[in-house]
């Protein structure tokens, strides 16, 4: 099998999985918040934490790797408009996810808390608005490098 195609092949799954999990965590976290039910939450909390472990974060590293071993393979210039501008974008969405990731935690807790005490905290509110400020940006950005990976509108060399 033609090594390019098993990259290109291994890179479009993983980009995927990336954009469906964070799509998929995000509206079962958003879903669950507007529920207002204590459980509900608390476990959502939860399942979005080990979704991120188990899906998005060997995602990213394997986009990494693939996008960077597919520049060398089709030869494109690292100082091209194009791989700066996809460059950006994955810092941007980086920049953006690692404070949710950080915020999952906080938010599984507090949920965790709501369950004993019986009412979500402010905090929890806050935590929810940032995390939600955080992410939509991050998705947006994640599909203007889908668009740039398939139409390629500046110059790759």
Same mark, same amino acid.
């Given at each position: 099998?033609?090594?390019?195609?098993?990259?290109?092949? %291994?890179?479009?799954?993983?980009? @995927?999985?990336?954009?469906?999990?964070?799509?998929?965590?995000?509206?079962?976290?958003?879903?669950?918040?507007?529920?207002?039910?204590?459980?509900?939450?608390?476990?959502?909390?939860?399942?979005?934490?080990?979704?991120?472990?188990?899906?998005?974060?060997?995602?990213? %590293?394997?986009?990494?790797?693939?996008?960077?071993?597919?520049?060398?393979?089709?030869?494109?210039?690292?100082?091209?408009? +194009?791989?700066?501008?996809?460059?950006?974008?994955?810092?941007?969405?980086?920049?953006? +996810?690692?404070?949710?990731?950080?915020?999952?935690?906080?938010?599984?807790?507090?949920?965790?808390?709501?369950?004993?005490?019986?009412?979500?905290?402010?905090?929890?509110?806050?935590?929810?608005?940032? +995390? @939600? %400020?955080?992410?939509?940006?991050?998705?947006?950005?994640?599909?203007?490098?889908? +668009?740039?990976?398939?139409?390629?509108?500046?110059?790759?060399?």
């Amino acid at each position: 099998m033609d090594n390019y195609l098993l990259l290109k092949l %291994i890179h479009i799954i993983s980009a @995927t999985v990336l954009a469906g999990t964070g799509m998929g965590t995000a509206f079962f976290m958003f879903m669950a918040n507007r529920s207002q039910d204590i459980p509900t939450i608390a476990v959502t909390a939860r399942h979005v934490v080990i979704a991120d472990w188990i899906f998005t974060t060997p995602a990213v %590293i394997i986009q990494l790797t693939t996008g960077l071993l597919l520049m060398n393979r089709l030869g494109y210039s690292y100082s091209s408009t +194009w791989f700066l501008s996809v460059l950006f974008l994955f810092i941007f969405i980086g920049i953006c +996810w690692l404070p949710v990731v950080y915020i999952q935690y906080k938010l599984k807790d507090a949920a965790y808390q709501a369950l004993k005490s019986g009412s979500l905290s402010d905090q929890f509110r806050r935590l929810m608005r940032v +995390w @939600t %400020i955080l992410g939509v940006p991050a998705f947006c950005a994640v599909l203007v490098i889908f +668009w740039l990976m398939v139409y390629k509108p500046l110059p790759v060399i």
